[in-house]
């Protein structure tokens, strides 16, 4: 089942951290990006942005598990 869920680009890496301590390995983060690429001052400067903002898609197996034991 995916969830949506909001939470600030610069605790991403916590937002990991405790997935992994709580559901192991049963999850996978969905956060799709572009990449940019412009000259600057002779120099090729890459940028990347995230389509969906703060926003982040997550899918844990252990929601649709949950889901067919609640019907």
């Known amino acids: ?3 949506i869920i ?3 680009k610069k605790k ?3 937002l990991q951290n405790d997935f ?3 559901l192991g390995k049963d999850y996978e ?3 799709p990006e572009f990449l940019i690429q412009k000259y600057k001052n002779n120099k090729l400067i890459n940028k ?3 389509l969906l903002g703060d926003y982040f898609f997550v ?3 252990i929601l649709k ?3 067919l034991l609640i019907r």
């Open 1 to 3: 089942m995916w969830a």
């Open 6 to 8: 909001k939470i600030d």
């Open 12 to 14: 991403i890496s916590q």
């Open 20 to 22: 992994r301590e709580k």
């Open 29 to 31: 983060i969905y956060n």
């Open 48 to 50: 990347k942005f995230s």
């Open 59 to 61: 899918f844990m197996r």
């Open 65 to 67: 598990k949950l889901k």
